[in-house]
Each structure stands twice: as structure tokens, then as C-alpha cells.
């Protein structure tokens, strides 16, 4: 089952503080894109969200989470158990290969 892509709006106390771009696959969930406001960072809330969207690969019957983090980011996904698989071959855009952590649920 593929779903397309899904975006969730973040909000606290009636204010917008990110959005996550996320994709069901067939068998796993993929991390499009997570972003908070800076002010919102370090604060337990992307941890919360991904805790939430585990809950949700679950319930779709996925068995693992995968994310393609950039920059600073890669600390945060490390942070909460996700482990590089290396560099991988993705399909879009064509032959472009980028490091793909991976967390099994």
C-alpha cells in the first residue's frame, strides 16, 4: 500500500511551530521532510512527533521508518535510534545517491 505524500501541520497553543511531509510505502514510512520553527528545537517536540509517527507506520503494518536527514539534522535522527544504511540509490531524481537512516519498528 503507497499513500501519497501527507503533510501535517504542527501546531501549540494555536500557533503553527513546523510541518512533516511524510509517505507510507509499501512496508515503511518515509520521513519526506520535518522542519520546526527554531525557537520550538531542542524542546522535545520532534521526538514526540516521530514517537507519533512510529505509532502510525504500526498502524499501517510498516516495520521500519526511513529518512534522508541533512545537515545538522543527522544528529537529531541519530539521536533517537535511526542508523545510517550508507549511501543509497534513490529513484528520484535519477541516480542520485544520498545517506538513508533507517530505524526498524
Not at 31 to 36: R, V
Not at 42 to 57: D, H, K, Q, S, V
Not at 77 to 92: A, D, K, M, S
Request: charged share 25%; hydrophobic share 35%.
Amino acid at each position: 500500500m503507497t499513500h501519497g505524500d501527507i503533510v501535517d501541520l504542527l501546531f501549540e497553543n494555536n500557533t503553527q511551530i513546523g510541518y512533516c511531509r511524510k509517505i507510507i510505502r509499501k512496508g515503511y514510512l518515509w520521513i519526506n521532510h520535518i522542519e520546526l520553527l527554531p525557537q520550538y528545537r531542542l524542546m522535545g517536540y520532534g521526538r514526540r512527533i516521530m514517537l507519533e509517527y512510529e505509532n502510525i507506520a504500526l498502524q499501517a503494518n510498516c516495520t521500519r521508518i526511513e529518512c534522508e536527514p541533512i545537515g545538522e539534522s543527522v544528529v537529531f535522527w541519530q539521536r533517537i535510534g535511526y542508523n545510517n544504511l550508507g549511501r543509497q540509490t534513490r529513484g528520484y531524481p535519477p541516480n542520485e545517491t544520498d545517506d538513508i537512516y533507517q530505524k526498524i519498528i
